[in-house]
């Protein structure tokens, strides 16, 4: 779990992502593009667990349903090129041949990989979804239970037992919705079709290598459609990374042995630079006419000059550390909830870096220890736009001259929301980033001629 492309990586088993789980490795003698091209080059869908046939949302040219046809038809061959890669990685050619043997693509993927909820829910519907009175019980369950557990890897590690147990918990709902995929096959799709396949193909080598040096076995490394596996959700080559054999006896099992899946999670966000003894943030309250252009992720300044500004924490509390430093970020808007987020909640970001993700951890962290709700409500009557709305806004950014960081993609990223805050800001709204059904209402009924340029 690690880098800037987690967003691929340990994703929130929730009921979309589940639905069709399945696969593995299929019979067959060896990896080859004869019978399996000609059975997807005439692909039709067929059934609930098979895939649309369906363009991918995100538009781009590896995801339309032609070229997701002509990649899965050339799926041997591809899983071929990639041998002298395992090899120079130190997996045999038995091995190779073995793992690979009547592999072929599991193309409902493609269905998943444009539709992942931390960027099409709401900020305020992932974190109800996620944040549950069950969940917060369970996690409290979890901890007691393996307190001896918890006790040694956080005198290990120095990471706050809670936001593990957060991620353990939101991963796979402690341990009971980790997947049903082979990684080995969920991660060669990946490498071979869609728009990922330079980032996959590391992925899918890195699960040779598991395999091979039987850390875990094919029955263990099952997963997400991404290939994440494990109730922390690892990604194999996180895995490679920050696996430890917590338990030693000799295997680095993240999947079955508690100890060894609670210190490797706490060791992979101590190697992102984990700050130990600090929060992950702050809710807090917004004066009278502040400048929200202030409100930027990339905006990093000490809590002691934030309440300067004249921000309080919602519970009134004083900061521990008002020297440490944090950025303003505010999930739903000026209607909505505001933070100030310290160098944690970055720690949080690299292993997943979606902010609706983080945030939720961050915040089921603190239920866990005894923290309150939020104490500011959603704008729940704002509208969530729809991929095509978001890929609609950019594109009216665009044509307005402001820079959204690349082409229009449907994802709202810092750039889109940095753009966007510029846009309110000079044709006087509240500059607060936030795209919602408001913001696009407002590029739509503003010339492109009459907004000035960046």
Known sequence: MTGTLRIFTAMVLVAPV????????????????????????????????????????????????????????????????????????????????????????????????????????????????????????????????YKPVFDAVERAYGVDRHVVAAIWGIESNYSTAIGARSVLRSTATLACVGRRQNYFRDEFLAALEILHRGDLTPDQ??????????????????????????????????????????????NNLKRDKWGIGQSWGYEVVLPRGFDYLLADGARMMPLRDWERLGIVRANRQAFPHPTARASLVLP???????????DNFRAILRYNPAEAYALA???????????????????????????????????????????????????????????????????????DGFAGGSALDSLRATAASATPRR
């Open 18 to 145: 589940l639905a069709g789980c399945g696969g593995g490795l299929s019979p067959g003698p060896s990896a080859s593009a004869g019978p399996a091209a000609s059975r997807v080059s005439a692909y039709a869908p067929s059934g609930p667990g098979d895939w649309s046939g369906t363009s991918g949302s995100s538009g781009h040219p590896d995801m339309q349903a032609d070229m997701i046809r002509a990649a899965a038809a050339n799926f041997g061959s591809c899983l071929q090129r990639m041998w002298p890669l395992a090899a120079r990685r130190g997996v045999s050619r038995a091995s190779f041949d073995t793992y690979t043997a009547g592999l072929t693509p599991d193309l409902k993927i493609m269905d998943f990989m444009d539709a992942q909820p931390e960027f099409t829910k709401a900020p305020w519907d992932y974190v109800d979804l996620l944040v549950t009175d069950s969940r917060i019980s369970r996690g409290r369950e979890v901890l007691a239970q």
């Open 221 to 266: 490394l099952k997963g997400s459609w991404a290939g994440a596996f494990g109730p922390t959700q690892f990604m194999p080559t996180s895995f490679k990374r920050f696996a430890v054999d917590f338990d030693g006896d000799g295997r680095r099992d993240v999947v079955s042995s508690v100890p060894d899946l609670v210190a490797s999670t706490a």
């Open 332 to 342: 739903g808007g000026a209607r909505g909830p505001a933070f100030l987020m310290l």
């Open 361 to 431: 951890i961050g915040h089921l962290a603190d239920r866990l220890r005894g923290g309150a709700p939020f104490v500011q409500p959603w704008p729940r009557d704002e509208r969530v736009l729809t991929s095509a709305e978001r890929h609609e806004l950019q594109t009216l950014l665009v044509a307005r001259g402001y820079d959204i960081g690349g082409e229009p993609n449907g994802r709202i990223n810092a750039k889109t929301r940095k753009a966007l805050r510029a846009f309110q800001s000079a044709n006087g709204l509240i500059p």
